[in-house]
């Protein structure tokens, strides 16, 4: 079972970045992939990047391609999600996920998730 844990979300201005970190810990598989997905309130959880453990280009969905850039560090087990030029409608929890085999896309699809970092960005 692998552990994840976020960090970096917070309060921001629209057109402003913010870094998200997840930090994995567990036996990773090398054909893993790791995701960011979020959730807004009321609305079900959406898959925004994710990223093959060994490299590879990313997936994006097309409400942040050009905005977001997904990256990982296999030294310190961590995947990272720069956002830029953030719009409100970017508010939501942001959870990192895990999936053993292979780039995903439905939540389903991933075996491990973290417990969710808050991004709120104001107008």
């Known amino acids: 079972q692998v552990q994840l844990v976020e960090s970096g979300g917070g309060l921001v201005q629209a057109g402003g970045s913010l870094r998200l970190s997840c930090t994995a810990s567990g036996h990773i598989f090398s054909s893993a992939a790791m995701g960011w997905f979020r959730q807004a309130p009321g609305k079900d959880r959406e898959f925004v990047a994710d990223?093959?453990?060994?490299?590879?280009?990313?997936n994006y969905s097309a409400s942040v391609k050009g905005r977001f850039t997904i990256s990982r560090d296999n030294a310190k087990d961590t995947v990272y999600l720069q956002m830029n030029s953030l719009k409100t409608e970017d508010t939501g929890v942001y959870y990192c996920?895990?999936?053993?085999?292979?780039?995903?896309?439905?939540?389903?699809?991933?075996?491990?998730w973290g417990q969710g970092t808050q991004v709120t960005v104001s107008s």
């Open positions: 990223i093959l453990w060994s490299g590879g280009v990313p």
């Open positions: 996920a895990y999936r053993r085999y292979g780039l995903g896309y439905w939540p389903h699809e991933f075996e491990s």
